[in-house]
């Protein structure tokens, strides 16, 4: 089962900020939280992950609270090529544990 | 570099028949995990290989299915005996040792 609850659907308009949030409230001391997105039914692509500090690269940021039971994705710029199903994902040990996902429409 | 590559990416089989899905892992990866992904759902893991070793399957279906990921060639995820409920998305990721997996474009099971 999913350990991450996500909202079902979001819309953004293009060239604003996609914030988009995540509960993990069960998650453990050693376990990361992954973001892939899934463009219509191409295979997952891999955006970021943490653990405890935020994180940002050349796609998103990723923003974890303190307490680690929930983070936000945020693209900063969103466009209609970002349009897809993002998953916030717990890994636990070497699986990926993925639950329905975010649509987000741009 | 050349990403995870999967082949077929489109089977057709009828009830009863075999499908042999391949994955080749980036280059310098030595962990293949295997997915299926039902209409409409997400992805949920199946199995966890490394080089001649199974390693996690405790997604498997326990009858008809089983996997491989030989010392040479790419890893083979095969179904005997299909069912029209074996129809799905099926995807393969890759990793060096316990980092980032990377997803393949998937192979899509039709079962008539």
């Known amino acids: 089962d999913a350990k991450t609850t996500q909202p079902t659907s979001m819309d953004c308009a293009e060239g604003r900020a996609a914030n988009l949030p995540c509960n993990h409230s069960?998650?453990?001391?050693?376990?990361?939280v992954y973001w892939y997105r899934q463009i219509h039914s191409q295979g997952p692509q891999y955006i970021i992950h943490?653990?405890?500090n935020n994180e940002t690269n050349e796609m998103a940021s990723l923003i974890i609270t303190e307490d680690r039971k929930s983070s936000t994705l945020i693209l900063p710029h969103a466009t209609l090529r970002d349009t897809a199903v993002y998953y916030c994902?717990?890994?636990?040990?070497?699986?990926?544990?993925f639950g329905t996902g975010t649509r987000l429409q741009v | 570099n050349a990403g995870v590559m999967q082949n077929p990416r489109h089977l057709v089989r009828r009830r009863g028949q075999e499908a042999r899905l391949r994955c080749s892992p980036m280059?310098?990866?030595?962990?293949v995990y295997w997915y299926r992904q039902l209409p409409e759902e997400g992805l949920k893991f199946m199995v966890y290989?490394?080089?001649?070793?199974?390693?996690?399957e405790s997604g498997m279906p326990k009858e008809r299915f089983s996997a491989e990921f030989p010392k040479e060639g790419p890893s083979i995820l095969r179904i005997q005996q299909v069912v029209r409920g074996d129809s799905a998305a099926y995807f393969c990721?890759?990793?060096?040792?316990?980092?980032?997996?990377?997803f393949g474009p998937g192979t899509r099971l039709l079962v008539l």
């Open positions: 990721a890759s990793s060096p040792y316990q980092e980032t997996q990377y």
């Open positions: 994902i717990v890994r636990v040990a070497d699986k990926l544990i």
């Open positions: 280059k310098g990866h030595s962990h």
């Open positions: 069960t998650i453990s001391g050693n376990e990361y």
């Open positions: 290989l490394q080089k001649e070793n199974i390693i996690d």
């Open positions: 943490g653990l405890k």
